[in-house]
C-alpha cells in the first residue's frame, strides 16, 4: 500500500514538472505555482507537498534537463560527431527552453542560499555527463595534435550552441536568417570544425 502512494507521489511530482516545463515554455517567462496549480486542476498546497518554493521546482527541472543532456552523452559516447550533433540540437531544436533555463540557473546560483543539496546534485550529474565524454573528447583532440584541452573545447561547443540558441530565438533575426535548418547546420560544422592545432 505505502509503495503505491509512494509511486502515486512521484508520478504526480513527474506530472508537475511536466506542466510546469510547457507553462515556462509557453510562456517564455516566469510563472507563478497559482498558474500551475490551475493548469493542472490541483490546491496549490498540493503542489508545496512536492517542491518547498518555486526555486525548488525551477532547480529540479534545470536537473532534469541535465539529465536529458546526460542521456545523450551515454548514448553517443564513441561518436563525438554525432554527439556534437545531438547535443547542440538538442538545444537549437528548443531555443527557448535552453536559453530560459540557464537565464534561470544564473538568476538561482546568484540569489538562492537554500537549495545547496540540489545545486549539489546537479553539478554532480554534469559532472557525470563530462566525463562520459571525456575520452571520446581527449582521442578526437589528439587526432589533430590539438593544444585544446578538453574543457576548452566542450566549452567552445557551449559557447557555440548557446550563442546560436540566442541568434534563433530572436524575434528580430528569425526575420532575417532565411533557412533555419541551414543556419543550425552551419553551427554544427563549425563546432566541428578542426581544433586548434599546436604550431
Same mark, same amino acid.
Given at each position: 500500500?505505502?509503495?503505491?502512494?509512494?509511486?502515486?507521489?512521484?508520478?504526480?511530482?513527474?506530472?508537475? $514538472?511536466?506542466?510546469?516545463? @510547457?507553462?515556462?515554455?509557453?510562456?517564455?517567462?516566469?510563472?507563478?505555482?497559482?498558474?500551475?496549480?490551475?493548469? %493542472?486542476?490541483?490546491?496549490?498546497?498540493t503542489?508545496?507537498?512536492?517542491?518547498?518554493?518555486?526555486?525548488?521546482?525551477y532547480?529540479?527541472?534545470?536537473?532534469?534537463?541535465?539529465?536529458?543532456?546526460?542521456?545523450?552523452s551515454?548514448?553517443?559516447?564513441?561518436?563525438?560527431?554525432?554527439?556534437?550533433?545531438?547535443? +547542440?540540437?538538442?538545444?537549437? $531544436?528548443?531555443?527557448?527552453?535552453?536559453?530560459? $533555463?540557464?537565464?534561470?540557473?544564473?538568476?538561482?546560483?546568484?540569489?538562492?542560499?537554500?537549495?545547496?543539496?540540489?545545486?549539489?546534485?546537479?553539478?554532480?550529474?554534469?559532472?557525470?555527463?563530462?566525463?562520459? !565524454?571525456?575520452?571520446?573528447?581527449?582521442?578526437?583532440?589528439?587526432?589533430?595534435?590539438?593544444? +585544446?584541452?578538453?574543457?576548452?573545447? %566542450?566549452?567552445?561547443?557551449?559557447?557555440?550552441?548557446?550563442?546560436?540558441?540566442?541568434?534563433?530565438?530572436? @524575434?528580430?533575426?528569425?526575420?532575417? !536568417?532565411?533557412?533555419?535548418?541551414?543556419?543550425?547546420?552551419?553551427?554544427?560544422?563549425?563546432?566541428l570544425? @578542426?581544433?586548434?592545432?599546436?604550431?
Amino acid at each position: 500500500m505505502n509503495t503505491v502512494r509512494q509511486q502515486n507521489f512521484q508520478l504526480r511530482k513527474e506530472k508537475i $514538472l511536466a506542466m510546469a516545463e @510547457t507553462l515556462l515554455l509557453d510562456n517564455n517567462q516566469d510563472i507563478t505555482l497559482a498558474e500551475l496549480a490551475s493548469e %493542472l486542476d490541483i490546491a496549490k498546497g498540493t503542489i508545496y507537498k512536492h517542491f518547498k518554493s518555486k526555486n525548488q521546482l525551477y532547480l529540479e527541472l534545470i536537473i532534469l534537463n541535465e539529465k536529458r543532456l546526460l542521456e545523450i552523452s551515454k548514448k553517443y559516447k564513441n561518436n563525438i560527431k554525432t554527439y556534437v550533433s545531438q547535443y +547542440m540540437l538538442y538545444n537549437m $531544436l528548443n531555443s527557448n527552453r535552453t536559453i530560459l $533555463l540557464h537565464v534561470i540557473e544564473e538568476r538561482l546560483t546568484n540569489n538562492e542560499r537554500k537549495l545547496k543539496e540540489l545545486f549539489e546534485q546537479l553539478y554532480k550529474v554534469r559532472e557525470e555527463r563530462i566525463i562520459e !565524454i571525456k575520452d571520446m573528447t581527449d582521442d578526437y583532440l589528439k587526432s589533430f595534435n590539438s593544444a +585544446m584541452s578538453i574543457r576548452d573545447y %566542450l566549452s567552445y561547443i557551449w559557447t557555440v550552441t548557446y550563442g546560436a540558441s540566442l541568434l534563433l530565438n530572436s @524575434t528580430h533575426y528569425q526575420k532575417a !536568417i532565411g533557412s533555419r535548418e541551414r543556419l543550425i547546420k552551419l553551427y554544427i560544422n563549425q563546432a566541428l570544425m @578542426t581544433p586548434d592545432k599546436i604550431s
